[in-house]
């Protein structure tokens, strides 16, 4: 069965204290491994697209890395502003439909 | 640059009652996606369409049903509302299928149903 799995479900930083959060994945055939912010209340936004192990893209204070089996969201000395739940999302293997984890609901405190 | 309308972004209404959710996507996206999301809950894929044509179905009850129309604007009908079907409501669109990034959905801002 096609499952995406978010830890940990909550995070806590100081500003600038980096930290990394963990998706991973049992889709079978991975046509992209999709990352997204979510402010409460708000659509998520589309962060990142991840097609091949190995692959890494970056977005001011977060970078996003996929191996065969999990990608990570590193966030480098994040800022209040970071604030959010991070979505990870894949699309089924018999479906373009995604299937979202659950997320990561990450507080910065300044 | 454009991004996927919803409306409305509130609605309130009894048990029992009907209501109809609009999206409007990004245009040249051809392909739209319906989620739920409850309090707390990642978002729940309920059903998509693909050039008007429903192309996937998931977890969407029977009491709603949706369609796409000829300028690729969706609705999102539900009947018989339930206390459970209050939740946010995400429009999603995406580029052309076939394409590289066809994958990558844009949501819009979401409608909050809320039913009393």
């Known amino acids: 069965e096609d499952q995406v799995t978010q830890s940990p479900e909550a995070l806590r930083l100081q500003e600038g204290e980096s930290s990394s959060l963990n998706c991973s994945y049992t889709?079978?055939?991975?046509?992209?491994l999709f990352w997204y912010r979510q402010d409460p209340g708000k659509g998520p936004e589309f962060l990142f697209t991840l097609y091949s192990a190995g692959e890494e893209k970056e977005k001011e204070r977060l970078k996003a890395t996929l191996t065969k089996k999990e990608s990570f969201l590193h966030i480098t000395a994040p800022k209040p502003e970071d604030s959010a739940t991070y979505l990870c999302a894949g699309p089924s293997s018999n479906t373009g439909k995604l299937i979202f984890g659950q997320g990561t609901t990450l507080q910065v405190k300044p | 640059a454009a991004g996927v309308i919803q409306s409305p972004r509130h609605l309130i209404k009894e048990k029992r009652e009907t209501a109809t959710l609009k999206c409007y996507p990004i245009p040249r996206h051809d392909t739209v996606y319906w989620y739920q999301q409850g309090p707390g809950q990642d978002p729940q894929f309920l059903i998509s369409f693909y050039e008007k044509m429903q192309s996937d179905k998931g977890s969407i009850p029977d009491r709603f049903s949706a369609q796409q129309f000829s300028d690729y604007h969706s609705e999102l009908n539900m009947s018989s509302l339930e206390l459970g079907d209050s939740a946010l409501y995400f429009c999603?669109?995406?580029?052309?299928?076939?394409?590289?990034?066809?994958?990558?959905?844009?949501f819009g801002e979401g409608s909050r149903l809320t039913v009393l």
């Open positions: 889709v079978s055939g991975l046509r992209g």
């Open positions: 999603a669109s995406s580029h052309p299928a076939g394409t590289r990034f066809a994958g990558e959905l844009f």
